[in-house]
């Protein structure tokens, strides 16, 4: 089992910048995936960063330049740098780990960015 536990998010205005902290916790010998995804009011939750224990990052097309994801392997947290916001980057940020045999949820955090 791997508990993952959020932190950040909030209300911050277009062009502002929040940092979401996620830390796991538990089998962490087993993780080869960390990464964020959000999920809009009706909308499916995507992928939005990810940084695998090889080094490989992705970033979805309408965040990059904009996120940076950063990952401690030794110490298990994930982080997102969130620069330049848009209200469409309003949703809620949900931390990832895949591990061998599951994938781990963190419980949410709210982005909001409004005027």
């Known amino acids: 089992q791997v508990q993952l536990v959020e932190s950040g998010g909030g209300l911050v205005q277009p062009g502002g910048s929040l940092r979401l902290s996620c830390a796991a916790s538990?089998?962490?010998?087993?993780?080869?995936?960390m990464g964020w995804y959000r999920q809009a009011p009706g909308k499916q939750r995507e992928l939005v960063a990810s940084?695998?224990?090889?080094?490989?990052?992705y970033y979805a097309d309408s965040v990059k330049g904009r996120f940076t994801i950063s990952r401690d392997n030794a110490n298990n947290w994930v982080n997102l740098q969130m620069n330049s916001l848009k209200p469409e980057d309003t949703a809620v940020y949900y931390c990832?780990?895949?591990?061998?045999?599951?994938?781990?949820w963190g419980q949410g955090t709210q982005v909001t960015v409004s005027a």
């Open positions: 990832s780990a895949g591990a061998a045999l599951a994938v781990y």
């Open positions: 538990g089998s962490i010998f087993s993780i080869y995936f």
């Open positions: 940084h695998n224990t090889d080094g490989t990052i």
